[in-house]
């Protein structure tokens, strides 16, 4: 798989911000998994109480220059530790991208993880969740058996916005130099496999 760099452009913070509004991507035919409904919306659970998404919004452009433009961001995973994403450059990377509330993430959430066993030992994969509450995250996290990799938490959809990803499930592939691709859409187990391969 070519991997590019992928400038940012103007209109991916509007995209981005249609995150909130949108669905899961189109498919042609979904099948839904128990406890997953297919009219499943991205607003979630509204409360009067504060925000239960426990995490700062992530800082973006604080890292030294030689590193890459969309690897500058601070952000929080969804196990509340730091990540810096600085510490992406020199390895391997897959940005798996999610919302809990999606469907099909749900029906991809599985492949995704059987997946993590077989892919290059040197190719790290991340999570990166949508507009989420707290709860609701670390639910899908464990439903789908993906304790294993850290899920960095994005509550305003700054980091997908500096990835252009304009909604879920998507993948983002960055090898060791830091050149990035986003690939749209459900992937599914091989072809995470892939990916990862391409970059190992």
């Known amino acids: 798989m070519k991997i590019r760099n992928v400038s940012m452009k103007a209109a991916t913070a509007a995209a981005a911000g249609a995150l909130i509004l949108s669905a899961c991507s189109p498919t042609t035919e979904e099948t839904e998994e128990p ?3 297919s009219s499943a919306s991205p607003t ?4 009067s109480e504060p ?10 452009g604080a890292a030294p220059a030689d590193v890459p433009a969309q690897l500058q961001f601070q952000a929080t995973t969804v196990t509340g530790e ?3 994403g600085a510490s992406i450059l020199g390895t391997p990377t897959l940005i798996w991208f999610w919302a809990e509330w999606c469907t099909t993430c749900n029906l991809e959430a599985p492949g995704i993880a059987d997946a993590l066993d077989e892919i290059p030992a040197n190719v ?9 509450a707290q709860n609701g995250m670390e639910r899908f996290v464990e439903r789908h058996g993906l304790e294993s990799i850290q ?5 305003d959809g700054s980091l997908w916005s500096n990835f252009e990803v304009p909604y879920q ?4 592939i960055i090898d060791a130099e830091g050149n990035v691709e986003t690939v749209p859409g459900s992937v599914g187990k ?3 496999i892939q990916a990862a391969e391409s970059i190992a």
């Open 151 to 155: 899920h960095v938490i994005d509550p």
């Open 190 to 192: 091989d072809g995470l």
């Open 44 to 47: 979630v659970e509204v409360s």
């Open 51 to 60: 925000s239960t998404v426990e995490s700062e919004t992530p800082t973006i």
């Open 35 to 37: 406890g997953v409904s």
């Open 124 to 132: 790290q994969v991340l999570g990166m969740p949508g507009v989420s």
């Open 169 to 172: 499930p998507a993948l983002v």
């Open 82 to 84: 730091s990540f810096d």
